[in-house]
C-alpha cells in the first residue's frame, strides 16, 4: 500500500478528523483534484501544504497553504477534494 493510500484508509475511516489524525498530516503536500495530472511532482503554484491543525466548534480542521491564500478543511473536504502528493 503506498503512502498515499494509506493516508486516504485512515481519512475513510470515521466522517470528522480526532486531534492526533489531523497532527499527523502537517506537513503533507496535496493538490486539488483537478491539478492531479501534476502528480507525483506537481509545481509549487499547484501544491498545498498542510500546516496547522485548528480545533473549532468541537470540529477539528487543517489548514492548507496554497500559494493564493490559506484553505481550511475540513475531513470530507480534503477527502473529496484533494489527492496527496508523494
Do not use: W
Not at 2 to 22: H, P, Q
Not at 24 to 46: F, G, M, T, W
Request: some cysteine.
Amino acid at each position: 500500500m503506498t503512502k498515499e493510500n494509506k493516508i486516504f484508509a485512515m481519512l475513510n475511516s470515521t466522517g470528522c478528523f480526532d486531534l492526533d489524525e489531523a497532527i499527523s498530516l502537517l506537513h503533507q503536500e496535496i493538490v486539488r483534484l483537478e491539478d492531479r495530472a501534476y502528480l507525483p511532482i506537481p509545481p509549487n503554484d499547484k501544491a498545498g501544504l498542510i500546516v496547522g491543525v485548528i480545533d473549532l466548534n468541537d470540529e477539528v480542521e487543517v489548514l492548507v497553504k496554497f500559494e493564493e491564500g490559506v484553505l481550511q478543511l475540513t475531513k470530507n473536504e480534503l477527502r473529496t477534494g484533494f489527492l496527496m502528493a508523494d
